[in-house]
Nanobody
Framework: QVQLVESGGGLVQAGGSLRLSCAAS????????MGWFRQAPGKERDIVAA????????YYADSVKGRFTISRDNAKNTVDLQMNSLKPEDTAVYYC??????????????????WGQGAQVTVSS
């Protein structure tokens, strides 16, 4: 059974930092793109950041560029999201996601086949 499990969410003051981690089990994703998405109440699920299978290519939403960094460790089957200079508008449930096909790419949630259960990130002003 494939599982993606997020950890590291929580409550932080504006300007602070959090690091989200996603651990995959059940299969290896070392050849698959992975990403982080977020969904605020009443809003659609949007891309935050994505990383290619080998880490050579990354994508960031404009709203997080320069503040967030995505990274992966294929040996550990993990993907992380370092979030700095957090703002109240970053408050959302953050989801880790992975593609099934190897060497794919994409920023749309429909490009991704496996999802974690979500981690709440709350940034207070």
């Amino acid at each position: 059974q494939v599982q993606l499990v997020e950890s590291g969410g929580g409550l932080v003051q504006a300007g602070g930092s959090l690091r989200l981690s996603c651990a995959a089990s059940g299969r290896t994703f070392s050849s698959s793109a992975m990403g982080w998405f977020r969904q605020a109440p009443g809003k659609e699920r949007d891309i935050v950041a994505a990383i290619s299978w080998n880490g050579a290519t990354t994508y960031y939403a404009d709203s997080v560029k320069g503040r967030f960094t995505i990274s992966r460790d294929n040996a550990k089957n993990t993907v992380d999201l370092q979030m700095n200079s957090l703002k109240p508008e970053d408050t959302a449930v953050y989801y880790c996601a992975a593609q099934q096909k190897p060497y794919g790419w994409g920023y749309n949630p429909y490009n991704y086949d496996y999802w974690g259960q979500g981690a709440q990130v709350t940034v207070s002003s």
